[in-house]
C-alpha cells in the first residue's frame, strides 16, 4: 500500500485530471483541502481519520459534473446522490483500501446535510466546505456570523472562520 501523502498526492492529480478545463472547480476543492487538512491537524485527527478527511476534501463535489451532464444544475442534494460511485471508483483506482473508500464515500453523500454529523472528518469536511463556499459566494459578515455560530463546532474551524471574516 503506498504511504498517505503518495495516496493523496495521486488523488489530487487525479481530480486536476477529472475537472480538465474547469479551474474554477479545480480552486473550489484544492481551498477545501488546504482548509480541511489545516483544521483536522490542529483538532489532532488520528492518522487514517485525516487521511479520510483530506481524501474527501479532495473529492467532495465530484458529483458536480454527473449532475450537470444529466440534469443541468449541481445542487447539493444532486451531489450527494451522484457523487459516490465516481467518488469510489477515482478512490479505488488510486489505491485506498475498502474501509476509507467507504467512509469517504459516506462523506460525499452526506456533506450537504448538516444535521446528525457524526464523527470529526464529516464536522471538519463541512466546516471547510463553508468556508470556501461562504467567500466565493460573496457572503456578508451577517451570513459568515450566522454559519460559524450554526455550523461549526471545531474551536481550530471557529478561530479561522472569526479570523477570516472578522468577527
Keep these: 500500500m503506498k504511504n498517505t501523502e503518495d495516496l493523496l498526492d495521486t488523488l489530487y492529480q487525479s481530480m486536476i485530471a477529472y475537472y480538465a478545463g474547469d479551474p474554477a472547480r479545480i480552486q473550489h476543492f484544492v481551498k477545501v483541502h488546504s482548509f480541511a487538512r489545516l483544521i483536522g491537524r490542529l483538532e489532532n485527527l488520528e492518522e ?49 483500501g475498502k474501509r476509507e473508500r467507504d467512509r469517504v464515500v459516506y462523506l460525499v453523500s452526506h456533506h450537504h446535510t448538516y ?35 450554526r455550523i461549526f463546532r471545531t474551536k481550530a474551524g471557529k478561530e479561522i472562520c472569526r479570523t477570516m471574516f472578522g468577527l
Design 48 to 96: 487514517e481519520t485525516q487521511r479520510i478527511l483530506e481524501a474527501a476534501a479532495f473529492v467532495h463535489d465530484i458529483g458536480i459534473k454527473p449532475a450537470e451532464e444529466l440534469y443541468g444544475n449541481c445542487d447539493g442534494r444532486l451531489q450527494e446522490e451522484l457523487g459516490p460511485e465516481p467518488a469510489g471508483k477515482m478512490l479505488e483506482e488510486c489505491g485506498f
Design 115 to 149: 444535521t446528525d454529523i457524526e464523527g470529526a472528518d464529516y464536522q471538519i469536511l463541512v466546516e471547510a466546505d463553508f468556508l470556501v463556499n461562504l467567500f466565493e459566494g460573496g457572503s456578508s459578515p451577517e451570513t459568515a456570523a450566522n454559519a460559524c455560530e
